[in-house]
């Protein structure tokens, strides 16, 4: 029966993945199309008849409009926490998920009514499934089980029926019917908020299934999964437990330098690692095709897309781009417009774009997630990269790791100070900062002309801390699980004093 039903599912995709051909080869008319939709339904919102919106009738009326980030929009979406209607956008709004992007102690609430949740979200759901079974034809994702690792979801005091969570917790509770019986651990379990209980009651229900398919979640808790259940198992790899695994969703956070551990746990050349990015704030993109490094941007899901070059962001009137504006291999800011309410706001991620017919991208890093103290622009893509080919050189493996700058002092010169952990240490620490160093400078022209000579900065100075640091220090920040994530890189020394502050009083 199952097997049937897979069969339909196999139709169903292919006549989906038909529709994602479609904007590909009309991306410029699919998205203005989009754009104007959004804004005629949010005419008579308190947003639009705030900003003009009756006298917007075209994408240039509309390209008019300000730029804005969180702190403009908070007052609104607070109004709408506490069930107020028509504000950003039509009716009222149950569901607001929440920001955990970094360990801030402020947290970011976006809205996700039911169009956001059903035409975005869960429809790139359905547009990433629609890739897997069109590069693979004999996925059995909709014939056995699929594990997803959420976080969970909280009523809001005060208020009737407003809910807030991790976007990925308010789609396992919105799972459409169908895709339920494919699922594991059962919905009760999977959103649960005791982290640590969690963890142990999802490794017992999910090692006594053989058919488990298909995962997917944040690496680092991931990680902490598999160990657990390795641990009750007794297994030597995850294909032991489960034997026919295909395919891993990751996204949130860069996974170069998760891959050699995976690769542990899951010893197969057939196995596939499917980027997916699936932000608070939209499903934006998905990888098209298996053993790529790029994802296709979704047109057609209720997100209009504009850019802003990174160059450009401390500007006070910076260019927006349309998407026909951009260049490959370019850096730039995003900036969204959504059937979330989301009025050309930056969600504070940065991309660049590896093809522009059709528009695949890669995801660079976060706009306050850089360390340039000494102009030397380090980005999160560089360092997992320079992370991940050290470790490869060395056969080492790097759990977790921060990283901001050391600023010149009396008897110090300027250099990088990092906090590694390692889940399986070099065999010389001096002989890992030297390459890192290297690969940095090779991925980075401007790091490089700053290490020229040791005049500006000196080589990189590391903190090795236990293992589980980080893990036990998000937890003392109340951020542990779901889609927390430890910071990689800070523009100034805050996460490095607190978790260095945090390593030394737990040793």
Known sequence: MRSIINSAFRLYLKMRYRQIEEFKMNPVKVQDELLMYLVDNARRTQWGKEHGFSGIYSVKDYRKQPVVDYTLLEPYIKKMMYEEENILVRGKVKWFSKSSGTTSSKSKFIPV???????????GTWDTMAMVYHN?????????????????????KGTEETYIGDISAIMIKNMPIIGKPFHTPDIDVALMSDWEKKIERMAKIVSEHEDVVAFGGVPTWVVVLFKKI????????????????????????????YRDQFKEFIPSDKFNYIEVYNATEGYFAAQEYFGTDDMLLLLDNGIYYEFIPIHQLDYRNPDVLSLQDVEVGKQYALVITTNAGLWRYMPGDTVTFTSTFPFRIQVTGRTKQYVNAFGEEVIIDNTDKAIAETCSELNAQVAEYTMGPRYFGQE??????????????????????????DNLKRLNSDYEAKREKDMALTRPHIHKVPKDTFQRWLKSKGKLGGQHK????????????????????NR
């Open 230 to 257: 390795l641990d009750i198992t007794g297994k030597d790899h995850m294909l032991d437990v489960w034997p026919e695994l295909e395919c891993y969703l990751h996204g949130g956070v860069g996974f170069r330098p």
């Open 136 to 156: 693979n034809s004999e996925s059995k994702i909709f014939q056995q089980r699929s594990l997803m690792m959420g976080g969970s979801l909280q009523h809001l």
């Open 412 to 437: 110090a010169k300027a250099a990088h100070e990092w906090i590694l952990e390692f889940e399986k240490e070099p065999e010389c620490l001096d002989v890992f900062n030297k390459i890192l160093d």
């Open 113 to 123: 009514p039911e169009d956001n949740l059903t035409d975005c979200h869960i429809k």
């Open 486 to 505: 430890v910071p990689r890189l800070a523009n100034d020394r805050s996460y490095l004093e607190e978790i260095l502050q945090f390593a030394e009083s």
